[in-house]
């Protein structure tokens, strides 16, 4: 190849484990409501996965879907990055574990950590590596099981989260009119305690539960993602009102809209999955873009952006012509 190269989304897939649970369902076990999850957050199902269902399995389940997409077979895949902050093992990377469920050999495979904003940062290395020629096609998956990492007993965060996993496949292409037209990706490590797992391999020897100050991480979330949408808008030549979808991350509803009214973003143009999935973390947003490229919102020729913000905190944002 001798022009510049792009990468360009082919095909996308997803994920979700079999079983789905209703508000009023964890409201049995769960000292909540129906009303008020509504209200607060915007959710009203979440998948949670089976033993058998594991962040490996529903990732590789995700990518067949967008290789049969995109038209494509595993073997042509020489890049597999999953963004997950729920791996089956602590190592080896669950990327490798889906490189055997494929089938496939050879290549690279890699997990990717940013909690919720695991997929643009995994979104990112895999376009650079594009772009730098080191990577042909690539298989950018978010995957997550944070039903496992629940505190079942803290009604404050265990309503939020749901399983399940996304992927896209993302190929160079020369001199194209599609593809990714800028990214941008951030980190400040001051804000560990305001949304982390209480253990890990290094310092409990532990798995860990998740622990959250959520009005906090909701004050930082608007701020942070406003801005990185504005960056990323600018680095791509575009205006906001040229965007025609925005696939947000999917936490709360309420960050969603406060998000996009900042932007002057009409709230038609943001994809919702968050009252049937939940917080999937790395998943939400490859599966939010999965369902409105399969229900036939997203087309071919759009202009799209991408946005999430989690733990550390990390958050990022993309603009891809689809
Ligand atoms: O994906 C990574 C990023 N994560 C996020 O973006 C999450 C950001 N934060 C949020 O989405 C929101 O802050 C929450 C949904 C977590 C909480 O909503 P909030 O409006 O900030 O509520 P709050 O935490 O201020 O709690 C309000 C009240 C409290 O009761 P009092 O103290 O006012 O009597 C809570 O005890 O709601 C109570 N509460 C609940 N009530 C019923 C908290 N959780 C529940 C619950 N059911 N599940």
């Known amino acids: 190849m001798s022009g510049a190269l792009r990468a360009v989304i082919k095909g ?17 076990r ?11 957050t ?6 949670i996965a089976a033993p058998d269902e594991t962040t490996a ?70 376009e650079s590596m594009i772009r730098a020629g080191s990577a042909k096609n690539a298989l950018v998956i978010g995957s997550e099981t944070f039903s496992r990492i629940l505190d079942w007993e803290d009604r404050a965060t265990c309503v939020l989260f749901g399983d399940g996993a996304g992927a896209v496949v993302l190929c160079a292409e020369e001199d194209s009119e599609r593809g990714v037209l800028a990214c941008n990706l951030h980190a400040d490590g001051r804000h560990n305690e305001l949304l982390y797992v209480d253990g890990g391999p290094s310092t409990t020897g532990t798995v860990g539960k998740l622990r959250m100050k959520g009005p906090e991480v909701f004050r930082h979330a608007v701020v942070n993602l ?37 932007l002057k973003l009409s709230p038609d143009k943001v994809v919702l999955t968050v009252d049937q999935h939940a917080n999937t973390s790395a998943a939400s947003v490859p599966l939010a873009l999965d369902v409105a490229v399969r229900d036939g919102r ?25």
């Open 226 to 262: 406003s801005d990185v949408l504005k960056e990323t808008l600018a680095d791509a030549g575009a205006e906001a009102s040229e965007v025609d979808w925005v696939v947000p991350h999917q936490a709360n509803k309420r960050i969603i809209d406060a998000t996009a009214r900042k």
């Open 57 to 126: 399995t529903l990732a590789a389940d995700a990518a067949k879907a967008a290789l049969e997409a995109a038209d494509m077979t595993a073997a042509d895949i020489d890049l597999i990055i999953v963004a997950t902050a729920t791996p089956d093992q602590t190592f080896p990377a669950s990327a490798t574990k889906v490189q055997h469920i494929l089938g496939v050999y050879g290549g690279v495979a890699f997990d990717v950590a940013a909690v919720c904003s695991g997929f643009l940062y995994a979104f990112s290395v895999a």
């Open 298 to 322: 997203i087309k071919p020729g759009q202009l799209v952006v991408l946005e999430a913000m989690g733990g550390g905190f990390t958050w990022g944002a993309s603009v891809v012509r689809m």
């Open 42 to 47: 915007g959710i009203k199902f979440r998948h």
């Open 12 to 28: 996308t897939g997803s994920a979700l484990p079999r079983e789905r649970v209703s508000n009023a369902k964890l409201a049995e």
């Open 30 to 40: 769960v000292d909540t409501s129906d009303e008020w999850i509504v209200e607060r």
